[in-house]
């Protein structure tokens, strides 16, 4: 079968069953869409467990959230927040460095669902090429964010930031946000792969810097029984950071994907019909001279 | 420069200068055209009035965070949060007065919502608050001035009596009556805009604005005479010297009543109508 013409996870449902290969795609998205359907319970059906939005929200009015990346375009812009911004901005810190700071992206924000959904139909529609640009280019985005913070007194990335324009849409009302999603999908489908949430959000490129600590992680714990059908890598929105982790071992590399840009998706757990991957810790990063029948032991 | 680059770590040097130049040209592009974008769109329409407690303009778009707790919390659906392609910044929070003005709620609970800090958190009595101030705008349309009575804004004001005031006066088409005519004061104001919404006009002739569209702003080098001849106890200036004319006994000058005045007070006058009399007099010994 030629290669391009594979559909990745085909052969990871057909081995484990559909349900098995999809478990964590569907768990994402049921988590997506539960947190939009909690913040719209209040507006809708005026059930007030949580208010606000995703720059910042009250849950049973007690616990404050506050999305650190917004609270630091504040403080470059000159203004000082409110002692409970600080304490939502240090729960939700420490949230992200315990689950991994890209799960923002993968498990959280709505913009994920709409390139995820460009990504697949690109394939499905066996598009290919389109512009290159490097990855790095979001740090320099996320630094631009700040720098025009600092310069104009002003949030002025909030005026275009798609993350919490959609997510604020979707809660408050969405005005002309729509035209946004659209911009995204077609840039994704169209213009870059994954050349959103992967090249330019600085808001995953501020999650991925905080993820680069992060406990939670994915590894390639059973990396000698890949078998180098690569569908692991086609659906992986950051394919750069599975290579270290799978093909290491010769290079004495642990098999734990350690790289902060890995957004935890844990597509590449469900598309594996090897079993390859799993959820782990960046503890279990065990050097590969343990011979084979130890490491097995790694796993959960 | 050709030989230089058969050295591969000298091609690797100059690709990654190139691509880095690449990049930050391409950042440096979207920021400039955002930060434009942002700039053009930053001004606020007149009818949009801000929470209580809302800083500065300027400096509430760099300490609002868009979170809309502040719209969340109020318990009057006063406040909205604009929708992007509306002409106010998205995200932040706005109400229109003619629509749902602000109840002024005692505990001020949008301010106490605010994270960021955007909405002053020292702001503890409502009062004080000054969210923009009513400008009575149109005094061709509104009735009081046509001289029939309604008062609908002095009597709905929350500030009853302190932030408007009917002054009385007299009506001098009909020569008869009246105007009782609404007078705002910006030291109670606090811009709710309870006034604009119950305007009884078709079109509200009684307008909440913004403080900088709705004030004038003297000077700061003027000085009005009669406050620092309070403050000081006494005139700062010697008074004037009255005119004097050296003109003959029974003669005035003024020019308002057109120069030389004959005082003709029916005693005699000692001067001929014809002012040559007087010369031809003078001239004798």
Known sequence: ?300 | MSSKGDNPGNAARRKFLADLLRTAGGVGLMAAGVGLFARQSAALPATAIRPPGALPEDDFLGACIRCGLCVRDCPYDTLRLARPGEPVPPGTPYFVAREVPCEMCEDIPCVAACPSGALDQSLKKIDDARMGLAVLIDQENCIAFRGLRCEVCYNVCPVRGKAITLEYEHNRRSGKHARFLPEVHSNACTGCGKCEEACILEEAAIKVLPIHLARGELGHHYRLGWEEKRKAGHALVSPDQPHQYNLPKGLDYDLQGEGLLRKEDGREVPYSANPLDTLNRRSRP
């Open chain 1, 1 to 300: 079968m030629d290669p391009r013409e594979r559909i990745p996870g085909q052969e990871s449902a057909a081995a484990r069953g559909w349900l098995h290969a999809h478990r964590w795609l569907i768990l994402r998205r049921a988590t997506q869409l539960g947190l939009l359907g909690l913040f719209l319970l209040g507006p809708w059906f005026d059930i007030w467990i949580v208010k606000g939005n995703l720059a910042s929200s009250r849950t049973l009015d007690v616990l404050p959230l506050t999305d650190p990346l917004v609270l630091l375009q504040e403080l470059f812009a000159g203004h000082m927040p409110t002692t409970t911004a600080f304490i939502g901005v240090a729960i939700v810190l420490a949230f992200y460095l315990l689950v991994g700071g890209r799960v923002y992206c993968s498990w959280v924000c709505p913009i994920n669902m709409v390139t995820d959904a460009a990504d697949w139909l690109r394939r499905r529609l066996g598009l290919r090429g389109g512009a290159r640009f490097p990855r790095e280019t979001r740090y320099w985005v996320l630094g631009a964010v700040l720098l025009m913070a600092l310069v104009s007194g002003q949030l002025v990335w909030e005026w275009i930031n798609p993350v919490s324009m959609v997510f604020r849409g979707l809660v408050f009302g969405m005005g002309l946000a729509w035209a946004m999603v659209a911009a995204i999908f077609v840039f994704d489908l169209l213009v870059a792969r994954r050349g959103w949430c992967s090249h330019l959000c600085p808001v995953g490129a501020f999650y991925g810097l905080l993820g680069r600590g992060a406990v939670l992680r994915v590894a390639a714990d059973r990396r000698e029984a890949c078998d180098d059908c690569l569908d692991c890598f086609v659906v992986c929105p950051e394919q750069q950071v599975i290579r270290p982790a799978l093909k290491g071992a010769d290079k004495g590399l642990g098999p734990v994907i350690l790289s902060g840009e890995c957004t935890n998706c844990g597509r590449c757990i469900d598309v594996c019909a090897e079993d390859v991957f799993h959820y782990t810790t960046r503890f279990n990063n065990h050097s590969p001279v343990i011979g084979h029948e130890e490491k097995s032991e790694v796993l959960p």
